[in-house]
């Protein structure tokens, strides 16, 4: 048995958990973490789970995959997608022409952006279907094209752009204020041209940031209800969000049947958000 070199440091030797820091307390604080993770997030996950797990399976399937729920499901999360990926490329846009040049007003600009941070979702909902109602500034010009914004899919994909642009801005605003200007003319010193230069250099370096931006917009627009109530028209099997299907669930008291549609909400969210983490991963080593 070889007994072990004194020359081996202490350190090496402890357990990674008790290994010191610069700054103490980690003992507290991840404590501390972990009680109010419980306490906002996975107790009352657990708890509508638990709700749902009240039902047979066959009454679970009902409630839960039933011609009105499927067709909530499917218009707010395709909704959802569509809006993300429209704010995935305008908020690309709006954060580069943010970083990269001057303009008039520009801080007038960059305060609108976070307006549907500050702004109640319910007063968002009702200025969006006055906008778009036919009657309205800008769905009247488009009503005689055959154009109908509000009250229908088409406005839930207006209201989610709304409330999910400053997720994509403020997520790439930073790394695009690192990533300097100095590669670009680099690029361009070695023969690249701007197509090569956008494609091979800035958006790789980009992706991540994008990717982050893109969950965070996407994951908000899902769970999205006041802003849209107002512009859906709210009608069963055509305009009607699966937020909005639950909150009618809770008003004809079935608990059960809400915290079952809640369930399929969690689960789809919890997968889409793990595929969008994984190729966000994969990404960032790519870029590396």
Known sequence: ??????????????????????IPGFTLTMGLTLALLSLIVLIPLSAVALKASEQSASEFLQAAFNERALTAYRLSFGAALIAALINGVFGLLTAWALVRYQFPFKSLVNGIIDLPFALPTAVAGIALATLYAPNGWIGGPLAPAGIKVAYTPLGVIVALTFIGLPFVVRTLE???????????????????????????????????????????????????????????????????????????????YDYAGAATIAVVMLSVSFLMLFVINAIQAWARRLAA
């Open 1 to 22: 048995m070889t007994a072990t070199s004194p020359a081996e440091p202490v350190a090496s030797r402890r357990p990674w958990i008790r290994r010191r820091s610069a």
């Open 174 to 252: 930073p790394v695009m204020r690192d990533l300097a200007a100095d590669v670009e003319e680099a690029a361009a010193s070695l023969g690249a041209t701007r197509f090569d230069t956008i494609a091979r250099v800035i958006l790789p370096a980009l992706a991540p940031a994008w990717l982050t931006g893109f969950a965070l917009a996407f994951a908000r627009a899902v769970g999205e209800y006041g802003s849209v109530i107002f512009i859906a028209g709210n009608m069963p099997y055509k305009s009607e969000i699966a937020p909005l299907l639950i909150i009618i669930e809770l008003e004809q």
